[in-house]
């Protein structure tokens, strides 16, 4: 039975160990862990530790992660709100690729090729950026009732957010069904359609994934190695990494979106009414595509 120790100290992560298993744990329920600052620093511990074989991945809080916090989109990159009647002064474009990059092609690439196997637990929700992440890793097992979608589709830009990863996971039928409507399905239903491996009671969540985690462990540490290698190779040679260059790049493209007059722009919204009336505001006026 995994019996898991605090191994570290960090802001807004839980990094444990318990023997050749390691957790890292979201740690910004507020924010329902959305722009999470140290799990790349806890990553990187995890990565040169040699002992570790297996990686957990968790959330506290209500969700394993909701994607992109959308109090930032568009400010990160240095964007700033213009004023009612000014126009909006755009950052260059190589800052955007610059900060698109290290998110969606070499974060995500981190994770697909990570040298430990990889476990998700999701509970309440995965969703837009975080889920895109996250399907990168090895094996995922999410409560019954979690939600999973590409969300942030309807900022405006359906399809975008589609990768050879997630064909190859869910087949082009349901990653489009995803991509384009960005509507929630549960963890049943992502077991169902392949995004998932193991949907299971959210009261079973920890205790199924524990179970995998110390299976998993088992194996040595030269044959774990050997099959991540061979993963990458069959990655390339399917194109998936090919995929996260276009992925990243059309991230920057989309930041160029134009909006006329009668389209729902959520950063107008946003500035005229706040984030959380933005959010529903975008959900009924994208209603239609829930059903």
Known sequence: ?????????????????????????????????TGVKDFNKALAVVEEADDIKVL????????????????????VYGWKEPKHGEKAARTPIRHRLKFDRKVFYDGMLKLLFFPKITIVQAHGYLLGASMDMYLACDFLVGAEDCKFGEI??????PNVTITPLMILRIGLTNAMDLCM?????????????GLINRA????????EVNRYAEGFAKFPRDGIAMGKASKQAVCDALGITAG???HWMMHTMQTNIHFED?????????????????????????????K
């Open 1 to 33: 039975m995994l019996k898991f120790k605090k191994a570290g100290e960090y802001d807004d992560v839980i990094y444990e160990r318990s023997g050749y298993v390691a957790r890292i744990t979201l740690n910004s329920p507020e924010t329902m862990n």
């Open 56 to 75: 957990i991945i968790k959330g506290a809080g209500r969700a394993l992660a909701a994607g992109a916090p959308l109090n930032e989109v568009g400010f």
């Open 152 to 157: 942030e589709v309807r900022l405006g830009v």
């Open 181 to 193: 409507t960005g509507r929630m399905i549960d963890g049943k239903e992502a077991a169902r359609i």
């Open 200 to 207: 299971v009671p959210v009261d079973k969540l920890e205790e």
């Open 244 to 246: 996260f260059t276009n």
């Open 262 to 290: 009668d389209e729902f722009s959520f950063f107008k919204a946003r500035r005229d009414m706040g984030v959380r009336e933005a959010i529903h505001a975008r959900n009924k006026f994208y209603e239609l595509l829930d």
